[in-house]
Nanobody, 120 residues
Framework: QVQLVESGGGLVQAGGSLRLSCVVS????????MGWYRQAPGKQRELVAT???????TYADSVKGRFTISRDNAKNTVYLQMNSLKPEDTAVYYC??????????????WGKGTLVTVSS
């Protein structure tokens, strides 16, 4: 069993910053690509950023230059540094990880989400 727990969400004014964290725990052999997704009210879940085990990153166009994804493989943790936040960044942010378990099954796992609210 693998669990993902996000933290760091909250209320921030436009132009402010937040740092999200996601810790992966459980029966882990290897964590492959990790990522952050978000879902705003009334909208579909969308990709924010991903990072491979070798730290190759991708970003949605809407967050390029403002958000930075990083990971600490020793801590099984992925981060999302969010700067210059805008009201349109308001959403529930979900952590995702592709995990190979100790019995060598590879699956996608999701956290329960953390709410980010940006006020204007």
């Amino acid at each position: 069993q693998v669990q993902l727990v996000e933290s760091g969400g909250g209320l921030v004014q436009a132009g402010g910053s937040l740092r999200l964290s996601c810790v992966v725990s459980g029966s882990i052999f290897k964590i492959n690509t990790m990522g952050w997704y978000r879902q705003a009210p009334g909208k579909q879940r969308e990709l924010v950023a991903t990072i491979t085990r070798g730290s190759i990153t991708t970003y949605a166009d809407s967050v390029k230059g403002r958000f930075t994804i990083s990971r600490d493989n020793a801590k099984n943790t992925v981060y999302l540094q969010m700067n210059s936040l805008k009201p349109e960044d308001t959403a529930v942010y979900y952590c995702n990880a592709e995990v190979t378990s100790r019995d060598y099954y590879t699956m996608d796992y999701w956290g329960k989400g953390t709410l980010v609210t940006v006020s204007s």
